[in-house]
C-alpha cells in the first residue's frame, strides 16, 4: 500500500495563478483532510470530508475549494493565489475519528 | 487556541525512556488525548490515544492522570529515530461530524548519542 500520496512535492507560484493539490489514499477510508502548516503555528484545518461527495470548513477556509468526487481522492484547490498562502500543505486521511494518516506534504510558495 | 500545554523541547539519552508531559486542564469528559509526532519535514505520525486508561502500544505508552488534567507519553527505549517533535492533542467533539483536531507547537525532542 502506498498510504496517502500527495501531488507535487513543490510547486512555486505567482500571486493570482490557480492551482489544484491532489490527495490520494488507497485504504479506502471514509474521511479525508487538508491541513497547513506555518512556522511558529501548529496545523490548521483547512477543508475536511467524511465521504465522498461531501466536503465541509475547517479552521481556515477561506481561499480555497475542495471536491471528493470519488472516495480515495480529495482535491484542494486555490483559485487565486495570495502570497499568505504560502505553506507546506498536508492531507491525511482515517478509518474514523481516531488515527490519521498524513501525506509527505506538498511545499508551496507563492510570490 | 490549542487546549494543550508541552514543553518546547526536551532531551533524551539514547536507551533511556523519553517521559513527554502534556498539560490538559480544560478537557472535558468526552474528549480524547491523541499523541502525534513529525519528523523532520515528513508529515505527522500517529503514536496513540486515549480517554481515561492508561494505553499502550508498539510505539509507546500513555499515562492520564486521574483527574485527567495532565497526560504523560513515554518512549521506553528511545533511539535516534524517535527525534522528532511530539504533538499532544485534545479531540473537540463538538455538535454533528465538526470533530477537529486541534494542533499546538508541541515538544521537540532530542535523543542523544
Known amino acids: 500500500n502506498a498510504g496517502v500520496t500527495q501531488t507535487p512535492k513543490f510547486r512555486v507560484l505567482k500571486t493570482g495563478q490557480s492551482m489544484t493539490l491532489l490527495c490520494a489514499q488507497d485504504m479506502n477510508h471514509e474521511y479525508m483532510y487538508w491541513y497547513r502548516q506555518d512556522p511558529g503555528m501548529g496545523l490548521r484545518l483547512i477543508h475536511y470530508?467524511?465521504?465522498?461527495?461531501?466536503?465541509a470548513k475547517g479552521e481556515v477556509p477561506d481561499g480555497y475549494n475542495v471536491s471528493r468526487l470519488k472516495k480515495q481522492n480529495f482535491l484542494l484547490g486555490l483559485e487565486s493565489a495570495a502570497p499568505s498562502q504560502t505553506s507546506v500543505y498536508f492531507c491525511?486521511?482515517?478509518?474514523?475519528?481516531?488515527?490519521?494518516?498524513f501525506g509527505p506534504g506538498t511545499r508551496l510558495t507563492v510570490t | 487556541d490549542a487546549k494543550t500545554t508541552q514543553p518546547t523541547s526536551m532531551d533524551c539519552a539514547e536507551g533511556r525512556a523519553a517521559n513527554l508531559p502534556c498539560n490538559h486542564s480544560t478537557i472535558s469528559g468526552n474528549e480524547y488525548v491523541y499523541w502525534y509526532r513529525q519528523i523532520h519535514s515528513q508529515g505527522p505520525q500517529y503514536i496513540i490515544h486515549?480517554?481515561?486508561?492508561?494505553e499502550t502500544n508498539e510505539m509507546a505508552s500513555l499515562i492520564i492522570t486521574e483527574d485527567r488534567k495532565s497526560s504523560t507519553l513515554i518512549l521506553p527505549h528511545a533511539t535516534l529515530r524517535d527525534t522528532a517533535v511530539y504533538y499532544c492533542?485534545?479531540?473537540?467533539?463538538?455538535?454533528?461530524?465538526?470533530?477537529?483536531?486541534?494542533w499546538g507547537l508541541g515538544t521537540s525532542l532530542a535523543v542523544n548519542p
Open positions: 492533542i485534545v479531540r473537540v467533539a463538538n455538535a454533528g461530524n465538526n470533530r477537529k483536531l486541534i
Open positions: 486515549g480517554l481515561k486508561n492508561n
Open positions: 470530508s467524511v465521504g465522498e461527495g461531501t466536503t
Open positions: 491525511a486521511s482515517s478509518y474514523s475519528f481516531n488515527e490519521q494518516y
